[in-house]
């Protein structure tokens, strides 16, 4: 069992997810809990610290989320960011104010004297901040580190309670020693170890899996991604022949998909596969279904009915394991705090109440470079390793238009031309995500002297970290006009390329 663990209570802040990877980065495992939670919960838990993360409330606002202040008397170290450091100071006493400034962007931060959050940091550095409130008295017993030009409390200190708070975001890239300061509050102020390494969480979710399932056969959810894929090897190194991988051959796939799959898992790692085809019957569930939520809970309804049938013919079958990785946890508003519902994932919010099994999702806790990182270690193949993202759903939620056999193949064809060309230029492994988007929109072109209406494809293509958040991709214009010229000619149905320039948020990375 993992010992020393930090806990982030979730105010809201667009960058919480950000403080739990700043945190595992340095070694440490994190996780994020709803503001509401009990102390009792957090000594239960093991935590040997606590991060109060930012919000977008006013800690004097009707309704702002308020935690318990008992958490603050149970001797664990407190970090407050943001909005955490605010609620630090209301729940101690001090007083907190809507500053006459917002201050939003790069700031210089220089410290006031000696700290252990900043030790051997310089007395002056960059720092991020985005709020419109002000510390204007601070609590009995504490003492300003820092400030910046706006802000005369950017950071404060009671040393002797190791209750700390900074105003900016050391979270973000943006600030400089970001990392730094997150070091001196685990290692030097709570006193953690850097334990957190994914060969100690492979060897404690093996002993995990093989202690739940028992004797039970397990059913793998297979979709051919990286996350599937990670979590089948994990699950057979585990319970080898206990689990059974099934791959549903949805019609919703990209071009070569089920051929790839196959290969891998039944000829190059000797993993029991069993391939489902049931193209019509999702399709004839989706005919019409246009609301991109009923898409991915027809879908996850449709997945449980194949695997219930499946599970039926193999016997003994107790779990239905998943690749569900925390960011499908979180956008689908199933973590343990009020988030609000981005999208509902199918195998996470779009899978029924009653499914006949126990889910098994040992990823769950995982960001999608961790995950990628484990099955390195596991021996993943290179050609499941680093393909880029694709949505269980499939191709349902890249086409926006009617979902019909003949719109799907458009769709595949242009997304096939997009990856060929991606690959062939060098670019493929330099983005996160690639991939193409049937619009339901209808333009004139021109074609052979003559005039056209034919379909519109958005291409897509991202970078990112872990999924959470993601900046569009500025790609040479010549490789753009490559692609548009190959899907307009090759694809005889599409008649306009357009290209995303939507970064992560407002959007997200999927359509729908």
Same mark, same amino acid.
């Given at each position: 069992?993992?010992?020393?663990?930090?806990?982030?209570?979730?105010?809201?802040?667009?960058?919480?997810?950000?403080?739990?990877?700043?945190?595992?980065?340095?070694?440490?495992?994190?996780?994020?809990?709803?503001?509401?939670?009990?102390?009792?919960?957090?000594? /239960?838990?093991?935590?040997?610290?606590?991060?109060?993360?930012?919000?977008?409330?006013?800690?004097?606002?009707?309704?702002?989320?308020?935690?318990?202040?008992?958490?603050?008397?149970?001797?664990?170290?407190?970090?407050?960011?943001?909005?955490?450091?605010?609620?630090?100071? =209301?729940?101690?006493?001090?007083? @907190?104010?809507?500053?006459?400034?917002?201050?939003?962007?790069?700031?210089?931060?220089?410290?006031?004297?000696?700290? !252990? !959050?900043? +030790?051997?940091?310089? +007395?002056?550095?960059?720092?991020?901040?985005?709020?419109? %409130?002000?510390?204007?008295?601070?609590?009995?017993?504490?003492?300003?580190?820092?400030?910046?030009?706006?802000?005369?409390?950017?950071?404060?200190?009671?040393?002797?309670?190791?209750?700390?708070?900074?105003?900016? =975001?050391?979270? @973000?890239?943006?600030?400089?020693?970001?990392?730094?300061?997150?070091?001196?509050?685990?290692? /030097?102020?709570?006193?953690?170890?850097?334990?957190?390494?994914?060969?100690?969480?492979?060897?404690?979710?093996?002993?995990?899996?093989?202690?739940?399932?028992?004797?039970?056969?397990?059913?793998?959810?297979?979709?051919?991604?990286?996350?599937?894929?990670?979590?089948?090897?994990?699950?057979?190194?585990?319970?080898?022949?206990?689990?059974?991988?099934?791959?549903?051959?949805?019609?919703?796939? $990209?071009?070569?998909?089920?051929?790839?799959?196959?290969?891998?898992?039944?000829?190059?790692?000797?993993?029991?596969? $069993? @391939?489902?085809?049931?193209?019509?019957?999702?399709?004839? $569930?989706? /005919?019409?279904?246009?609301?991109?939520?009923?898409?991915?809970?027809?879908?996850?309804?449709?997945?449980?009915?194949?695997?219930?049938?499946?599970?039926?013919?193999?016997?003994?079958?107790?779990?239905?394991?998943?690749?569900?990785?925390?960011?499908?946890?979180?956008?689908?508003?199933?973590?343990?705090?009020?988030?609000?519902?981005?999208?509902?994932?199918?195998?996470?919010?779009?899978?029924?109440?009653?499914?006949?099994?126990?889910?098994?999702?040992?990823?769950?806790?995982?960001?999608? %470079?961790?995950?990628?990182?484990?099955?390195?270690?596991?021996?993943?193949?290179?050609?499941?390793?680093?393909?880029?993202?694709?949505?269980?759903?499939?191709?349902?939620?890249?086409?926006?238009?009617?979902?019909?056999?003949?719109?799907?193949?458009?769709?595949?064809?242009?997304?096939?031309?997009?990856?060929?060309?991606?690959?062939?230029?060098?670019?493929?492994?330099?983005?996160?995500?690639?991939?193409?988007?049937?619009?339901?929109?209808?333009?004139?072109?021109?074609?052979? %002297?003559?005039? +056209?209406?034919?379909?519109?494809?958005?291409?897509?293509?991202?970078?990112?970290?872990?999924?959470?958040?993601?900046?569009?991709?500025?790609?040479?214009?010549?490789?753009?006009?490559?692609?548009?010229?190959?899907?307009?000619?090759? @694809?005889?149905?599409?008649? /306009?390329?357009?290209?995303?320039?939507?970064?992560?948020?407002?959007?997200?990375?999927?359509?729908?």
């Amino acid at each position: 069992m993992i010992k020393d663990r930090i806990a982030i209570l979730d105010f809201g802040s667009q960058y919480t997810q950000l403080i739990a990877r700043r945190i595992r980065e340095l070694g440490v495992y994190s996780e994020i809990f709803s503001y509401k939670i009990a102390p009792e919960e957090l000594l /239960r838990w093991g935590a040997r610290g606590v991060v109060l993360s930012g919000g977008p409330e006013s800690v004097f606002g009707v309704g702002s989320p308020v935690m318990d202040s008992r958490i603050l008397d149970l001797g664990l170290p407190v970090l407050g960011i943001c909005y955490g450091l605010h609620l630090l100071v =209301h729940l101690r006493g001090g007083r @907190v104010r809507p500053s006459g400034r917002r201050e939003y962007g790069y700031g210089e931060f220089i410290q006031d004297g000696e700290s !252990l !959050l900043f +030790s051997g940091l310089p +007395s002056q550095f960059g720092v991020w901040n985005s709020h419109g %409130d002000r510390v204007e008295e601070l609590p009995a017993g504490f003492r300003r580190i820092g400030f910046t030009k706006d802000e005369p409390n950017a950071a404060i200190a009671w040393e002797q309670e190791r209750l700390y708070g900074v105003q900016f =975001h050391p979270e @973000v890239s943006h600030t400089e020693l970001g990392k730094e300061i997150f070091a001196n509050f685990l290692f /030097r102020i709570c006193g953690v170890r850097p334990t957190w390494t994914l060969a100690n969480f492979v060897e404690e979710t093996l002993e995990t899996i093989r202690r739940e399932v028992g004797t039970k056969k397990v059913l793998m959810a297979l979709s051919g991604g990286v996350d599937s894929s990670v979590c089948a090897l994990l699950l057979h190194r585990a319970i080898g022949s206990q689990l059974c991988c099934v791959f549903v051959d949805t019609g919703l796939l $990209r071009k070569g998909e089920k051929e790839l799959v196959e290969r891998v898992f039944s000829q190059d790692l000797g993993i029991r596969l $069993r @391939v489902v085809d049931a193209g019509a019957r999702f399709l004839r $569930r989706l /005919r019409g279904v246009a609301d991109p939520e009923k898409k991915r809970k027809i879908i996850g309804r449709t997945f449980i009915s194949v695997f219930r049938e499946v599970a039926r013919e193999v016997g003994n079958v107790g779990f239905l394991a998943q690749g569900t990785l925390y960011p499908d946890v979180i956008e689908s508003g199933k973590v343990p705090h009020p988030a609000h519902v981005i999208k509902s994932h199918h195998n996470v919010g779009g899978l029924p109440q009653k499914m006949g099994f126990r889910l098994l999702e040992p990823l769950r806790n995982l960001f999608k %470079d961790e995950v990628r990182q484990l099955g390195k270690e596991l021996g993943l193949p290179p050609s499941l390793l680093y393909r880029h993202p694709f949505p269980g759903p499939g191709l349902a939620v890249r086409c926006l238009a009617p979902v019909t056999p003949s719109n799907l193949e458009t769709l595949r064809q242009a997304d096939a031309v997009l990856l060929e060309e991606m690959e062939r230029s060098g670019w493929m492994e330099r983005v996160w995500q690639a991939f193409a988007v049937l619009l339901p929109v209808r333009a004139v072109g021109v074609m052979g %002297d003559q005039r +056209s209406y034919g379909l519109t494809v958005a291409i897509r293509v991202v970078q990112s970290q872990d999924g959470m958040t993601a900046d569009w991709v500025d790609l040479p214009k010549e490789l753009l006009n490559r692609i548009a010229q190959r899907i307009v000619a090759e @694809v005889p149905e599409i008649s /306009r390329v357009t290209y995303d320039i939507t970064s992560k948020p407002p959007g997200t990375i999927e359509w729908q």
